[in-house]
């Protein structure tokens, strides 16, 4: 059921090579393995980690997330998938914010066998009637493997905490808020962000009509309310809902090409969207005569 050693087989294994059901060691085999090596048949763990769901340092599988990771949907520094993302949302993030507690816990159903095993060579040694230098020589060697394999799996586990992939959760998995602000904002600055995210809020929503309506004259007069529609029905909606949207810019113009003198602010975002990451935005808003501020141009990149 529960097996420890240089080489271990069994339900529960910890070892230099542990196979079975949930295997951890220096090179672990099993449907959930855990290790400096780790090899599954479901999910793996470890600084190397190759299973159809692999999460580490250097991650392989279907779906794999890590400092480096390969395969058909991969979320690492470099690559983000847009199914990779979605498939690990609901729980890498929880797995990984606990991950002292989890490892911890391992650690813990490691120690109680050690520690059951300590108990049953104490009780072997007062039990026993003979005191013969070979018996004497195996309790020795016995005691110094079960503290190989303590001192193994403590260094274990601090090479599994330094690989766990270091990822910018609200980048990647979004958080609760969908905008934040990357820029000092001016309290006009906040006003202008303000009207922009309310403005987006109606594109996100599909609402694009509505968008049209609430744009500037400026806006108005080169695009129709018809032709709007289309070309977001054709640009917007594949993206699908916007998981963080980053302000990464805004700069106040008096001059923008094609368009008369006045005040504009021109914002620069950076946004995860269901499908594509770290898409590009461009928002000009133009000031009207009441003080309000409304869309004057929207780009997508």
Known sequence: LVAMGGMSCGVLAFGGLAAGVFAVGGLSLGLLAYGGLALALVA????????????GGLAVGFYAMGGMAYGAHCLSGTAKDAAAVEFFRPWAPWLLSRFPWIN????????VPWFGCMAWLQWRQRASSDGTKGASSRKVVALGAMLGILLF???????????????????????????????PLTPE????AASAQEWLGLVDRGEYARSWEAAAPLFQESVSNQLWGILLNQVRTPLGAVRLRR??????????PEAPPGHYAVLQFETNFAARLGARELLTLSEQGDGSWRAAGYFIQ
Do not use: C, Q, Y
Not at 247 to 256: C, P, Q, V
């Open 189 to 192: 600055d906040k006003l202008i």
């Open 153 to 183: 799996l403590l260094i274990l586990f601090g090479i599994n905490i330094a690989s766990v992939p270091r990822v910018d959760w609200k980048g990647v998995f979004g958080t609760g808020e969908t905008f934040e602000a990357d820029v």
């Open 247 to 256: 302000l990464r810019g805004l700069s106040h113009e008096t001059t923008l």
């Open 44 to 55: 793996a763990f470890g600084g190397l980690a190759i299973a159809p769901i692999a999460l």
């Open 104 to 111: 911890s816990g391992i650690l813990f159903t490691a120690l």
